[in-house]
């Protein structure tokens, strides 16, 4: 994934920037950067932030950058921000998107513009300098922003930075969120609403799907306006937005609560554990929630250690990431001995770290383990933004499953299916995830349920990942 952060202020902005960048730390753990303009002109920092937190590697950097202007980034893929020359002049660029047509748009910039791009050590462009050759074709920022926003397959946020200001352009269908605050003499922009509150900033307006404003200390000006078909990512409420964070005026936290209380309607009488639990942390809120709708107290069996380990998704190797996740999570004996426990995580991916979980929970003396994942089975891979490392639908457990069910050529009418919590299919495919991963009882929060716990219209939220709805 990845979140930005950009300040347009009367007084130098480093430092606001450098708190609001970290407080986008927990959607990203590969690379995080700092940009500003000022006096002296632009200025950038680029850390790798894989094996220590972005305060700690920009540290220095506040101290010895000035600028009114910034932007920053947390990324989990290519460096940024992008410092570019360009016949447009000089500015600094940073993205949140994903880009299913890059192969065809790099072939075009190589054959319309016989362009060049610095060559990363994997063997690609970055993402972000495509899309800065990209805007550059067009004979102004503000057209070359239009021309991405048409043109890229997927979605595709951004900030530009400028010696006059910042452009901040929300994705064509708003499957990200991009949010403006202020306080006086100043403005910032952010993925996170919660990353400027602790700064002094209140909320100032939230920008529709395609709209770009062009922020300065003294204004925020819309010069492109939004658009009202959205297609807002559901899987913000459910797993990567911060709890503290609201989307489309939906807090997070308050969401997940409701969400497990729905998961508590939907069970009624039908199971009877000691104690609920969520896995820490997205699962939490939504355990909260079932407790409190159920009546069943709510307990920690386990904990997560965090001052060391870090997050489970960061090492690229799938063993790695399982150990790490195992090593995180110590077990309350006297929780969990000879207890019956219903357990929420947010999703239920690959299966692999639930189920060594589930046997560490058995194996530390529990009875029965129930698990009510906080979202509907996902059996389609996202194709609009970079939320999972699966290179696969196959590693999703739904479509391993259904692949031993009715081979490796299921065609879509059957597939729709599965996707279905009223068909039998669906109610096979569950039992079947269930035995394999040993749980006492599995239920899923339904497709209708997820959409009543966020509660804006349905046509304006993604649902793709659930069920293969664009």
Known sequence: MGGFFGVASKEDCVLELFYGVDYHSHLGTRRGGMATYGEEGFNRAIHNIQNSPFRTKFDRDVGEMKGNLGIGCISDFEPQPLLICSKLGSFAITTVGKVNNYDKLLSQLYYRAHSHFQEMTNG?????????????EKETIVEGIQYVQEIVDGSMTLLVLTKDGIYAARDRYGRTPLVVGRKDGAFCVSFESHAYINLGYTDYKELGPSEIAFITPEEVKT????RDEMRICSFLWVYYGYPTSSYEGVNVEEMRYKCGSMLAKRDGDSVHPDIVAGVPDSGIAHAIGYANESGIPYARPFIKYTPTWPRSFMPTNQSQRNLIARMKLIPVQA??????????DDSIVRGTQLRETTEFLYNSGAKEVHVRPACPPLLYGCKYLNFSRSKSEMELITRRTIKEREGDNCPQEVLNEYADPCSCKYA???EDIRKQQNFTTLRYHRLDDLLASIGIEPCKLCTYCFNGKE
């Open 223 to 226: 010069v492109s306006p939004a």
């Open 124 to 136: 690609q462009v970055n993402v972000t300098e495509l899309i800065a050759a990209l805007i550059c």
């Open 335 to 344: 929780l969990i001995e000879n207890k019956k426990l219903l357990l929420i």
């Open 428 to 430: 096979q495919m569950i």
